[in-house]
């Protein structure tokens, strides 16, 4: 990366980065409100994939016109964070069900997660950040 505090990620370099961890969230909209539920995802073909159970997650997801998913990493001197806006849909038939399947994605608590979700994006942004002190805001920026 660069010296900057924070640089804008290409979007093959924020696909990349989605790709290489398995927990987000999802941003969705419930009756007028936001809502936000962690899950556990696959990038499959520049689109994110969950797996959920019946209830407000999967309802507000395929409900809403947009929604948002996020992830990051970091550790002590960077970190990471990328968002994809798009539609989530309701995966129904076995072709597409099977595709998914495909991605090895399994629930991480033990409960029965029939549903297949996917998240197609109309755009994703990514931003890289090197962590500091702050600068003295004292200083002249020559």
């Known amino acids: 990366m660069t010296d900057e505090p924070a640089v ?11 790709g290489g961890v398995a927990l987000g969230r999802l941003v969705t909209s419930f009756a007028g409100e936001p809502e936000i539920f962690p899950v556990n995802y696959a990038v499959q073909d520049r689109t994110v994939l969950f797996r959920t159970a ?5 309802f507000s997801a395929v409900a809403s016109n947009v929604v948002l998913f996020e992830a990051d990493d970091h550790d002590a001197a960077e ?11 309701l995966l129904r038939t076995a072709a597409e069900i099977e595709e998914a399947e495909r991605a090895g994605l399994m629930p991480w608590t033990a409960t029965v997660k029939k549903h297949y979700v996917r998240v197609n994006p109309s755009d994703i942004t990514g931003r890289h950040f090197t962590f500091g002190a702050e600068p003295d805001p004292h200083e002249t920026i020559a």
């Open 8 to 18: 804008v990620l290409s979007e093959d370099e924020s696909w990349r980065r989605l």
């Open 54 to 58: 019946e209830g407000t997650k999967l």
């Open 79 to 89: 970190g990471w964070s990328v968002i994809v806006r798009g539609r989530a849909r």
